[in-house]
């Protein structure tokens, strides 16, 4: 098992920064892959910015050039920088961490989230 925990949510104006982390505990020598996912209100869940467990990132085309994932392995923490931010950020932002086990296979694990609210 894999436990997850968000913090760095807030309410920002439009243009600020925020700096979102994402602690995992458990079994986190199993972890693939840890992501940020955000969903609106009325919206379907997407994919932010991920980082695998060898470094490599991807974001979305939204959020390139303005936010930026990266990791503590002696924490066992990934955070996600968010700067420009823009009203249409607003969303509950979920960490994800994609597992894998010999012994039974793929995990997907997720945290309880946090708001992040920009005003314009």
Do not use: H
């Amino acid at each position: 098992q894999v436990q997850l925990v968000e913090s760095g949510g807030g309410l920002v104006q439009a243009g600020g920064s925020l700096r979102l982390s994402c602690a995992a505990s458990g079994s986190t020598f199993s972890i693939n892959a840890i992501g940020w996912y955000r969903q609106a209100p009325g919206k379907q869940r997407e994919l932010v910015a991920a980082i695998s467990s060898g470094g490599s990132t991807n974001y979305a085309d939204s959020v390139k050039g303005r936010f930026t994932i990266s990791r503590d392995n002696a924490k066992n923490t990934v955070y996600l920088q968010m700067n420009s931010l823009k009203p249409e950020d607003t969303a509950v932002y979920y960490c994800n961490a994609d597992s894998y086990y010999y012994t039974s296979g793929p995990e997907d694990y997720w945290g309880q989230g946090t708001q992040v609210t920009v005003s314009s």
